[in-house]
């Protein structure tokens, strides 16, 4: 059995215009990230978020603390066997950091529970039921130097039963991101 990958340039290249067009019209303090994912369909994921960080901080301590940001981000869920799909999403998301706030080395924790919209309701044969779904998401990571952050997250979309048709997909991603 042999598995083959073909690289997609066109959305790779689309989605980097992406980024640098929102980036060019955002302020400093925000993040962006490039995310490659798999989800258990053999569908490839390549997805671009812009990270909002948040300036509050919970329960500060030499231990840790309680952080989070707000997350934009496109998904292109390049298909194996059907129509490629794309799909837009928005969400909160908590994150734990473990260590002294200005540590070189700082790994974390986070979990969100958001939106997401798709290009249509079908993810290779998953019937998702509907075109918009909720994004839950947990993920762990190391942050070096305050500006780069390497992580592993596991992002689930479903419509909790709101349609009768509701097989959810899961996308599992590594991600870099860049702080500004």
Not at 50 to 65: H, K
Request: hydrophobic share 40%.
């Amino acid at each position: 059995m042999s598995v083959s990958f073909v690289f997609p340039f066109r959305a790779i290249s689309g989605l980097l215009c992406s980024c640098v067009v929102l980036f060019s019209s955002i302020a400093h303090a925000t993040d962006i990230s490039l995310a490659l994912g798999h989800s258990a369909d053999n569908t490839v994921t390549y997805r671009t978020a812009l990270q909002f960080p948040w300036q509050q901080r919970w329960f500060d301590s030499d231990m840790g603390r309680l952080s989070g940001y707000w997350v934009a981000g496109y998904t292109y869920w390049d298909s194996e066997d059907a129509v490629n799909t794309h799909s837009f999403s928005a969400s909160p998301v908590l994150t734990w950091e473990f260590g002294g706030a200005n540590s070189m080395v700082q790994p974390f924790i986070e979990a969100g529970i958001g939106l997401a919209v798709f290009s249509r309701n079908k993810v290779e044969d998953r019937n998702l039921g509907s075109s918009v779904n909720f994004e839950d998401r947990l993920g762990f990571g190391i942050r070096i130097n305050q500006r780069h952050t390497i992580g592993a997250q596991a992002l689930h979309y479903s419509n909790a039963g709101i349609s009768s048709n509701n097989a959810g997909i899961e996308s599992y991603n590594i991600y870099y991101r860049f702080s500004f």
